[in-house]
């Protein structure tokens, strides 16, 4: 969801968009405000790591995109200097990129679709509740307590599945 980011992180990925076309690559932002029903769904199927509360996504502070081809298509596997161009772009506009991430075994090249922004502060000060840090003013997402179950429970499975 894309129209609930944080109004200065929707200006920087809009920017980020413009700058990014302006050298040739066109990008299709996919994925911005993320819901933690869809952080715990992310969670026990193993494609991230946090749970739910724990990402940057659910404070409205974090977007992904992806680079398309020539004919308008997604394109995950788009060379890495693209990748590291896009990175670039969004550093120069005080975006941290998942790129730069420590590479791991589910990650190997980091999160290159990832950004996020968060001058000074780290997601720990959110999950403590922090209304406003800085010049952001922020509200902390209620998260039910069967949404944390439900991710426990579904990361179980797809450990039970892997094992099997």
Known sequence: MIARLHPIVLAKAQQLVRLAQAEGIRVLLTEGYRPPERQADLLATGATAAKPGYSFHQYGLAFDLVPLDG??????????????????????????????????????????????????????????????????????????ATVFLLAALGAALLLLRRRS
């Open 71 to 144: 004919l308008g298509r997604a394109w995950w596997e788009a060379p890495q200097k693209m990748w590291l161009d896009l990175g670039r772009i969004g550093e120069s506009l005080g975006l941290s990129w998942g790129g730069r991430w420590t590479p791991t075994l589910k990650l190997p090249l980091g999160d290159r679709p990832h950004f996020e922004y968060h001058p000074g502060f780290t997601i720990q000060d959110l999950v403590s509740g922090a209304k406003q840090v800085g010049q952001l003013l922020l509200e902390r997402p209620a998260i039910p």
